[in-house]
């Protein structure tokens, strides 16, 4: 019986050796970072893009049921239709508000004051570095309109603003 110990020890000593050479044993645990994680099944990754005149609004993303969104970058610009119903527009302060169905997430002034800035192009780049979720279900909107303006008849129709935005898809 003793020769029977001493053999079952030593065998499986030599099964523990050879698994360790090999890396058979699993990794360490490693949780996931704080927050949203990634698990999609397909690329994540989204990205969307376009325009709205002062006054409207677009829908940028929609988080299909039982998954999040997590928008990790905005880009903003500010445009006019044609040259010369720019060029007509004394000065403008618009507005672009981001919101979900909770609310107003983010605000950004786009600034122009007039004419003679007409080759400047505002662009407002924001990178989210903890992202900005939307829900489950919910949807992440643009709304664009002029705040201060000195010929508002002008400005209005013809006023832009354009938009990127860039996220992924995330568990909730």
Same mark, same amino acid.
């Given at each position: 019986?003793?020769?029977w ?20 044993? /699993?990794?360490? &645990?490693? %949780?996931?970072?704080?927050?949203? %994680? ?5 690329? /994540? ?6 325009? +709205? ?10 988080? /299909? ?5 997590? +928008?990790?970058? *905005? ?8 040259y ?7 000065? %403008?302060? +618009?507005t +672009?508000t ?25 662009v ?9 979720p939307? &829900?489950?279900?919910?949807? *992440? ?23 990127? &935005? ?5 568990? /909730?």
């Amino acid at each position: 019986m003793k020769g029977w110990t001493t053999a079952a020890v030593v065998f499986l000593a030599l099964v523990l050796g050879v698994l360790v050479g090999q890396g058979r044993f /699993p990794a360490p &645990a490693a %949780a996931y970072p704080a927050g949203s %994680a990634v698990s999609y099944g397909a690329n /994540p990754v989204l990205a969307q893009g376009g325009s +709205v005149t002062a006054g409207s609004s677009a829908v940028l993303f929609t988080a /299909p049921a039982g998954q999040d969104i997590v +928008v990790t970058d *905005l880009v903003l610009t500010r445009g006019y239709t044609t040259y010369s119903d720019y060029a007509s527009c004394a000065s %403008a302060i +618009v507005t +672009v508000t981001v919101s979900t169905s909770a609310g107003t997430v983010g605000t950004v002034l786009l600034g122009y004051a007039g004419p003679t800035t007409f080759a400047d192009a505002e662009v407002v780049t924001m990178s989210l570095s903890s992202g900005l979720p939307v &829900a489950a279900g919910d949807r *992440l909107t643009l709304a664009s309109t002029v705040t201060a303006s000195a010929s508002t008849t002008y400005c209005d129709p013809n006023l832009t603003v354009g938009y990127t &935005a860039t996220g992924y898809y995330a568990e /909730p």
